[in-house]
């Protein structure tokens, strides 16, 4: 029972390149989110889906993509780096208004 | 916009006391409260949750109280112990929306002292 997974753990880009996240549930899901997690700032929302072909911005959408054309999937696209997107991202999934679980994280740092 | 405030951001605590966090909420259709804890390295998990028909849950060593009229909820952590010791975030959600958006706290970081 994998629960959530991202993919990869760790990522160094330059400034500019563009690079995709992965995140994967086996939970039959409908709800995904993307979070950012900086230092004193908790967690932010980034992007989210309520299902397949349905997408929302969150709290920080600005320098991110996503596109949910499975249920089990929710790729999170930086379009072109820069080091303010240096962070911790993280992915949930949640049936409902209930408990969101987590994957362990892409630490991405941006130079 | 919804906002959570989230008090204290640091708490160092001696084995065997207890722990008090504190949240307060601003958007009143908020009706679901979780309680994250994030170990080192690692995704936030689950420790505790609380729905606005309920004024306090608790599960064996951890509770949490919710007054709605102050748009308040704590979580209490009695006898502690050095594995206690984490990253903790609260959260608001509601059904209003539809969307199930949460609104995480800023986090508090607490030490269990040896």
């Known amino acids: 029972n994998a629960g959530v997974t991202q993919t990869p753990k760790f990522q160094v880009l330059k400034t500019g390149q563009s690079m995709t996240l992965q995140c994967a549930q086996d939970m039959n899901h409908e709800y995904m989110s993307w979070y950012r997690q900086d230092p004193g700032m908790g967690l932010r929302l980034i992007h989210y889906s309520v299902g397949a072909g349905i997408t929302d911005q969150g709290e920080v959408p600005n320098g991110y993509n996503v596109s949910r054309s499975t249920t089990e999937d929710f790729p999170l696209r930086l379009l072109s780096a820069a080091p303010s997107q240096t962070s911790v991202y993280f992915c949930?999934?949640?049936?409902?208004?209930?408990?969101?679980?987590f994957g362990q994280g892409t630490r991405l740092t941006v130079v | 916009g919804e906002n959570v405030e989230q008090h204290p951001s640091t708490l160092s605590v001696q084995e065997g006391d207890s722990a008090v966090i504190k949240c307060t909420y601003s958007?009143?259709?908020?009706?679901?409260f979780p309680w994250y804890k994030q170990e080192l390295g690692k995704g936030p998990q689950l420790i505790i949750d609380?729905?606005?028909?309920?004024g306090e849950k608790k599960d064996q060593r951890i509770a949490v109280t919710l007054n709605k009229t102050a748009k308040h909820f704590s979580l209490h952590i009695t006898e502690t112990q050095p594995e206690d010791s984490a990253v903790y975030f609260c959260a608001a959600n509601g059904e209003g929306s539809g969307t199930y958006k949460y609104i995480f706290g800023t986090g508090t970081r607490l030490k269990v002292l040896a």
């Open positions: 949930a999934s949640q049936q409902g208004n209930t408990e969101a679980f």
């Open positions: 609380i729905r606005s028909n309920v």
């Open positions: 958007d009143s259709a908020s009706n679901y």
